[in-house]
C-alpha cells in the first residue's frame, strides 16, 4: 500500500468506497436484488452536489436510498467513466476523497460526449451502532485537477495541510 494511504481505516475505507462503486452500477447495470446502499452508508446519509458542479447555481441533495434507482434509471442510456482517479484518505481515518474525470457519453453513441467533468467525490465516515465504518455524508464538488482539489480540501473541507493524492487506477472504472 502507498505510504500515503496508510492511515487509521485505510483499507475500510478503500473498500467501502469499491463496494458504494459496485452498488452504484459497475458494468453499466445496477442490480437492485442485490445489496443495499445501508452495506455502506447510514440511513440518514445523503449526497450534496455543490455548485458549480456540473452547472449547477445552487447546491443539490440527495438522500443516499435514492443514488441507486436514479443510477439505475440512467445506465441503460448513457455510459459513465471515471478516469485520472487519485485517492486521499484523511489522515485520522475519518474520511475518503476521490479525485476523477467524469465522462458521460450516450449509450448508442459512444461518440457523443454528455459531460467530462473533473471532480472530487468526497465521503465522510462514522461507525454504525454495531461499530461498521460507513458513509456518513457525501459530497461532491468542481475541481479541474489534484492540486485544485487538495487546495479545496484544506480550505473548504477542513483537511489538514500536506494531505495528498496518490494516484490509482482502481478507481477508474465504467458504470
Known amino acids: 500500500m502507498d505510504s500515503k494511504l496508510d492511515t487509521p481505516n485505510s483499507e475500510a475505507l478503500l473498500d467501502l468506497y469499491a463496494a458504494f462503486v459496485k452498488l452504484l452500477g459497475s458494468y453499466r447495470r445496477v442490480d437492485l436484488k442485490t445489496g443495499d446502499i445501508n452495506d455502506v452508508a447510514l440511513p440518514d446519509c445523503e449526497l450534496t452536489q455543490h455548485p458549480p458542479l456540473l452547472g449547477a447555481k445552487k447546491e443539490t441533495v440527495m438522500h443516499s436510498g435514492v443514488l441507486r434507482k436514479t443510477f439505475n434509471s440512467a445506465l441503460p442510456w448513457v455510459a459513465m467513466r471515471r478516469d485520472n482517479a487519485h485517492v486521499a484518505l484523511h489522515p485520522e481515518g475519518t474520511a475518503i476523497c476521490i479525485f476523477h ?20 467525490f468526497l465521503a465522510n465516515v462514522a461507525s ?30 477542513g483537511w489538514p495541510e500536506g494531505t495528498t493524492f496518490s494516484k490509482t487506477e482502481a478507481f477508474s472504472v465504467d458504470s
Open 128 to 157: 454504525d451502532p454495531s461499530g461498521v465504518l460507513k458513509m456518513s455524508s457525501m459530497h461532491e464538488y468542481a475541481a479541474k485537477d489534484p492540486a485544485e482539489a487538495l487546495k479545496l480540501l484544506v480550505e473548504k473541507c
Open 101 to 120: 474525470v467524469l465522462s458521460v457519453k450516450l449509450g448508442c453513441f459512444p461518440c457523443c460526449n454528455l459531460v467530462r467533468a473533473p471532480m472530487i
